[in-house]
């Protein structure tokens, strides 16, 4: 079982916006804001899309977002296309490890 | 650039022994962390532990193969490296190196990933 809680699905057509979440994420002072989120393709290694809550790494596309409310991060992927389909990992810190996973969100683009 | 290299098969209570070769950067960046993870359909991602160099070396595992791994930043050759002793069945995953993005935590490079199954 997952340290973190992802939906395990999630879908939407071309050009919609799509939202999922990630429950679990530490409220300790200093490491509240350590949540990433990595985007998977069969395969392939994880990519990162969004670290620190809601900074982009240089060449991720702005319709990328995220966010945080208490022990809940968010995703969005705004302007849905084809090569978003994947699947989709948060990370947050832990007392055990600096690194905790959710299960995943497979995002299908219908 | 991260280039994972190792033996795709290895026999039950052998070591798991595998490298992550490192190009346009250096393994004793004060600015990175070089991890080790891996990832199976049972137990989903998993972090293997961390190694960085700040004016020293410094390790960090994970708990659950704490006693049984150990990680070796060699400069000479710009690589780090993973070995996992008494390796089971369960040890079967796909593993992948990762260094953080610059004074961040989230993970910017991958190697790209090695298939390790654990099989007699």
């Known amino acids: 079982q997952s340290a973190l809680t992802q939906p395990a699905s999630v879908s939407g057509s071309p050009g919609q916006s799509i939202t999922f979440s990630c429950t679990g994420i530490s409220s300790d002072d200093g490491v509240d804001n350590y949540v990433s989120w990595y985007q998977q393709h069969p395969g392939k290694a994880p990519k990162l899309v969004i670290y620190?809550?809601?900074n982009r790494p240089s060449g991720v596309s702005d319709r990328f977002s995220g966010s945080k409310s208490g022990n809940t991060a968010s995703l969005t992927i705004s302007g849905l296309q084809a090569d978003d389909e994947a699947d989709y990992f948060c990370s947050s810190y832990s007392d055990s490890s600096p690194y905790v996973f959710g299960g995943g969100t497979k995002v299908t683009v219908l | 650039q991260l280039q994972q290299s190792g033996p795709g098969l290895v026999r039950p209570s052998q070591t798991l022994s595998l490298t992550c070769a490192i190009s346009?950067?250096?393994?004793?960046?004060?600015?990175?962390?070089w991890n080790w993870f891996r990832q199976s359909p049972s137990s989903g991602l998993e972090w293997l532990g961390r190694t960085y160099y700040r004016s020293k070396w410094y390790f960090d595992y994970g708990v659950s193969v704490e006693s049984r791994i150990s990680f070796n930043p060699d400069t000479s050759n710009n690589q780090f490296s993973l070995q996992l002793n008494s390796v089971t069945p369960e040890d079967t995953a796909v593993y992948f190196c990762?260094?953080?993005?610059?004074?961040?935590?989230?993970?910017?490079?991958w190697g790209q990933g090695s298939l390790v199954t654990v099989s007699s």
């Open positions: 620190d809550v809601s």
């Open positions: 990762a260094r953080t993005i610059d004074d961040s935590s989230g993970l910017a490079y």
């Open positions: 346009g950067d250096s393994v004793s960046s004060n600015r990175a962390a």
